[in-house]
């Protein structure tokens, strides 16, 4: 199949999961957000939520009983719920899972202990999510996730995601810490926060970052916005490209959730 853009081989999207991490501040609702490494290539000095790719080991390999709760959820949005959480604890630190023994979310100081056993291995790809659903005896619980959106990547990209985003409630007792490589930072902020500090106090979003943003500050609490996850009516984003007065523009859906407005500018950091 020919991408309509470039005439070549299309570039299939990879699936992939972004977590929107909220929690209910003294300012209102407010979202980890996390700073990548100015050095890396695509997305550097951006702030983004954490987030990565699908692995094989998040749809084949999860065992029994390792996901629970979800009735009728798509086996595939269950491995990248998965793929969201392993992400958030690789970039974050903060452990999303709970014991099988309590049922509850980690305390900080057994969070600690998971991490340092279990967080680099992970990010290294020398152990999986499988492994360490087996030996920590933790299962992630679909009750504290939320499908929010889900946006694919334009054609005519070297690198094409469909990535779905999920907001996740974050642990009351639990402190964050970027990976200090492809991380650098880490900030608890509202959206708003984030949308007016664009520029001219040094953050850059990429395009789905921003408009997610501007969705998520429509709502003043986590229950408020978990309110509208899971929605039958989530609709796939595949931003159109456009030039409109010698600009480059993207259209999305007008009934996607994020206004009327259509067309957007800045596609990229």
Known sequence: MKDPLTKKTMVRPKPAATCLVVRDGQKGLEVLMVERNRNIVFGGGAMVFPGGKLDLGDLHKVP???????????????????????????????LLTRSKHSKRQMTERLRKRLATRWRDRLASDKQDMDAFFRVSGHYLDLTD?????????????????????????????????????????????????????????????????????RRLSKYASVRDAFSMTWAESVIPVLPKIEKLEGRVMARIPSNAGYGKEGLFQRLAV
């Open 64 to 94: 029994a009983g390792a996901i629970r709760g979800g009735i009728g959820v798509p086996a595939m949005v269950k491995a990248l719920a998965d793929t969201a959480a392993r992400e958030v604890f690789e970039e974050t630190g903060l």
């Open 145 to 213: 996730f939320g499908y929010f959106a889900r946006w694919i990547t334009p054609y005519g990209q070297v690198k094409r995601y469909d990535t779905y985003f999920f907001l996740a409630r974050a642990p009351k007792h639990q402190i964050p810490s970027h990976d200090g490589w492809e991380l650098v930072n880490a900030h608890w902020l509202t959206p708003q926060e984030v949308l007016d500090g664009e520029g001219k106090d040094g953050f850059q979003l990429m395009f789905p970052t921003r408009m997610n943003l």
